[in-house]
């Protein structure tokens, strides 16, 4: 079993079929970061280029290391990143007011530098989460075709 390494294609399985997902970035805090892509597959697909260049669902980070060392996913190979998901992602994230539970000061988070922005402009909603998450998650978001838009953190 070998190492993850940026450009690895991952095969998550779920309810619906096999799902894939490719690692794009190491974050030294963060960890692995996915771009978990659109579809769902019966069999593993030949052309890791091709599910390389689907459309992404949503990017998150993930323990991939230890998910695979698990066997909880697999590295079915490496593709090239497409050049719209080789920089690193603006991400956003905000903290809920106790209170109403909405969130009222949003953050943009550039993977060095966090800075405040109040309200979120309809391009910035389109930003992913800042967020790290297990496979149960990851998982349920697949199934349920969630995507980084549906999202008010």
């Known amino acids: 079993m070998r190492r993850p390494k940026i450009g690895d294609i991952v095969e998550i399985r779920t309810k619906r079929g096999l799902a894939y997902a490719q690692f794009t970035h190491n974050h030294e805090k ?5 771009r978990v892509l659109e579809g769902f597959y019966q069999e593993a697909p030949r052309d890791l280029n091709a599910v390389a260049n689907s459309r ?45 539970m909405t969130i009222k000061n949003w953050w943009l988070w550039d993977g060095e530098k966090e800075w405040m922005v109040g309200d979120l402009t309809p391009d910035q909603w389109k930003y992913p989460l800042r967020s790290v998450w297990n496979d ?16 008010s953190g």
């Open 136 to 151: 149960t998650l990851l998982v349920k978001r697949i199934e349920e075709d969630w995507n980084q838009d549906q999202s």
């Open 30 to 34: 963060f960890g692995s970061l996915l």
């Open 56 to 100: 992404s669902r949503f990017q998150t980070f993930f323990p991939l290391g230890a998910a695979v060392h698990r066997g909880i996913v697999s590295i079915l190979g490496n593709a090239a990143i497409p050049d719209e998901a080789k920089a690193f992602p603006t991400f956003r994230s905000g903290s809920r007011d106790l209170g109403t």
